[in-house]
């Protein structure tokens, strides 16, 4: 008896010294992230964080904050937007190779559906001149004036003179 009542001193002491590193924000309901359980608004909070990062011109922690997103919650809402953010900001400092990885893990997410993936479509292709890849980025404008409603949309106009950049620089090499 003295035994078993020790055990479940032992056990309960335990439990009340482990205690406190049960996080109180804890559900089973959320998602579990590679690094922990999520906080309800964490994807939220880290967009946020990482806009108010990027308006201040703090490209470097703006990107840090969206790759903590993407790797936190990567089936939130937000992780798809911030993809889609990565790859611009890779594709703003000239860093093309890392801009369309990007664009293709987001491309992957929406699965080549909606208006998302004309926007996607059009960076790729931007990406892609930027590379000296000009024949698939003239493939890929090609391709997005066929989808194109009309080539006097905004998507159309984009693609017509992604186009032509594409042309452009395949006749100068």
């Known amino acids: 008896m003295t ?3 020790n055990t479940l001193t032992l056990s309960a002491t335990l439990l009340v010294l482990a205690f406190p590193f049960f996080p109180a924000h804890a559900d089973e309901s ?5 690094s922990g359980p999520v906080l309800p608004n964490e994807a939220e909070i880290l967009w946020s ?14 990107i840090q904050t969206l790759q903590r ?4 919650i990567p089936t939130h809402s937000r992780a798809l937007q911030a993809q889609v953010l990565l790859g611009r900001l890779e594709l703003e400092r ?4 890392e ?7 987001a491309q992957n997410s929406l699965r080549g559906q909606g208006p998302g ?5 059009l960076l790729r292709a931007r990406a892609y001149l930027l590379l000296g890849r000009n024949a698939e980025a003239l493939l890929l404008s090609e391709k997005m004036l066929r989808d194109a409603d009309s080539g006097k949309t905004t998507w159309g106009i984009d693609a017509q003179i992604t186009k032509t950049r594409a042309l452009f620089k ?3 090499a």
């Open 3 to 5: 035994r078993l009542r």
């Open 30 to 34: 959320l998602p579990a992230s590679a």
């Open 49 to 62: 964080r990482a806009q108010e990062q990027q308006a201040a011109q703090k490209i470097e922690e703006a």
């Open 69 to 72: 997103l993407v790797d936190r």
């Open 94 to 97: 000239g860093r093309a190779a």
């Open 99 to 105: 801009a369309l990885e990007w664009f293709r893990i």
């Open 117 to 121: 993936s004309r926007e996607l479509d």
């Open 170 to 172: 395949l006749k100068q």
